[in-house]
C-alpha cells in the first residue's frame, strides 16, 4: 500500500501565499504523474496540476500563472505553491499519485486524506 500525507493547508487572507506539501510512502517501486485536485462544497473535485515523473507541470486555467506544482522525487513528495490566492480557491486539496508498488506491474492511484485551504475575502 501507498499512503500520502498532505501538510500546509490553513487559512490565508486573499492576496495570501500557501505551500501545500504531499509525502508518499509504503512499498513504492516507483511513482508516475503526481496531482492535486481540489473540492469545493457542492462541487465536484477538479484537478488543480499534474505533474510528470520528469518534472513536466499541466494546470487548470483558473491557477495558471498563480500556481506551481513541483516535486522532489528521492522524497517522493510533492509541492503545491499557491500564491494570489483568491476566496474562489477555497476548497480540500488532495493529493493523487499513480504508484507501481514493489513486486507489481501496474500502476494504481493512491489518494491523501485532503488538506483545507480556507481564503478569506
Known amino acids: 500500500q501507498v499512503q500520502l500525507v498532505e501538510s500546509g493547508g490553513g487559512l490565508v487572507q486573499a492576496g495570501g501565499s500557501l505551500r501545500l506539501s504531499c509525502a508518499a510512502s509504503g512499498s513504492i517501486f516507483s511513482i508516475n504523474d503526481m496531482a492535486w485536485y481540489r473540492q469545493a462544497p457542492g462541487k465536484q473535485r477538479e484537478l488543480v496540476a499534474v505533474i510528470t515523473s520528469a518534472g513536466r507541470g499541466n494546470y487548470a486555467d483558473s491557477v495558471k500563472g498563480r500556481f506551481t506544482i513541483s516535486r522532489d522525487n528521492a522524497k517522493n513528495t510533492v509541492y503545491l505553491q499557491m500564491i494570489s490566492l483568491k476566496p474562489e480557491d477555497t476548497a480540500v486539496y488532495y493529493c493523487?499519485?499513480?504508484?507501481?508498488?514493489?513486486?507489481?506491474?501496474?500502476?494504481?492511484?493512491?489518494w491523501g486524506q485532503g488538506t483545507q485551504v480556507t481564503v478569506s475575502s
Open positions: 493523487n499519485a499513480g504508484a507501481i508498488l514493489m513486486g507489481q506491474i501496474f500502476s494504481r492511484d493512491y
